[in-house]
C-alpha cells in the first residue's frame, strides 16, 4: 500500500486538545487492515530482523504500533508511561510537550546492559518525548539503534534534536 494512501487515512482533528493543536488521529490508519499492516512491515523492513533486542512502545498510542514490530523482529516490548503509571523501580525523564509539560517513566531493569533498543511512537512533534525516551533507554543501560514514528510533523524540527539517532518515520507534514 503506497504512502499516499496510508497519509489519507490520517484524520486533522483541530483544537484537540487544546485551542491551536491540529491532533493526528491514527484511528481510521489503524482501523484499516493493509494500512496497518504495511506501517508495521515497513518499520520492520527499515531496521531488519536481528538487529533489535527490545522495542519501546510511548504511552499511549506508540503500544499500539511498537508490540507488532517487536513480534516481527522477535524482539522484548518495553513500555515507557506516564508518570507513577509503572508498579516498580523506575527511572524518569521530565520534557516538554508541544502542548506542556510531563514526565516519562521506564522500568530500571526493562533492558540488559548492551541491548539494542528500538523506540517507537505515533507522531514526532518537537522531538521531546523521543529525546526523553532515548535518555531513559540510554541511562538504564540499552543502546539505542534507533526512533520510529508514523508522523513527523517537520515545521516543528523534531528532528533537529534527534540528530546522531536513525530516525526513520513514514508520512511527513
Ligand atoms: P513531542 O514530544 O512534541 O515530539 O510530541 C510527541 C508526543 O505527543 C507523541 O507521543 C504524540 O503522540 C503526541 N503528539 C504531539 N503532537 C501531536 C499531534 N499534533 N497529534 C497527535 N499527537 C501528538
Known amino acids: 500500500m503506497d504512502l499516499d ?9 483541530p483544537d484537540f486538545p487544546q485551542p491551536g493543536i491540529v491532533f493526528k488521529d491514527i484511528t481510521p490508519l489503524l482501523a484499516d487492515e493493509m494500512a496497518f499492516s504495511s506501517v508495521i512491515d515497513l518499520i520492520v523492513v527499515h531496521f531488519g530482523r536481528g538487529n533489535v533486542d527490545k522495542v519501546v512502545g510511548i504511552e499511549a498510542r506508540g503500544f499500539i504500533i511498537a508490540s507488532p514490530v517487536a513480534y516481527h523482529f522477535g524482539a522484548g516490548f518495553v513500555p515507557v508511561r506516564k508518570k ?14 508541544e502542548y506542556g509539560t510531563a514526565t516519562l ?3 530500571k531493569d526493562a533492558v540488559r546492559p548492551g541491548e539494542r533498543v528500538l523506540i517507537v511512537d505515533d507522531v514526532l512533534a518537537t522531538g521531546g ?7 531513559l533507554v540510554e541511562r538504564i543501560g540499552g543502546k539505542v539503534v534507533g526512533i520510529a514514528c508514523l508522523i513527523e510533523l517537520g515545521f516543528l524540527d523534531g528532528r533537529s534534536r534527534l540528530e546522531g539517532y536513525d530516525l526513520f518515520t513514514l508520512i511527513g507534514y
Open 5 to 13: 494512501r496510508i497519509k489519507a487515512l490520517v484524520r486533522d482533528v
Open 84 to 97: 507513577d503509571k509503572l508498579p516498580w523501580a523506575t527511572e524518569s525523564a521530565e520534557y516538554e510537550l
Open 105 to 107: 517513566e521506564i522500568h
Open 129 to 135: 518525548t523521543a529525546k526523553a525516551t532515548a535518555d
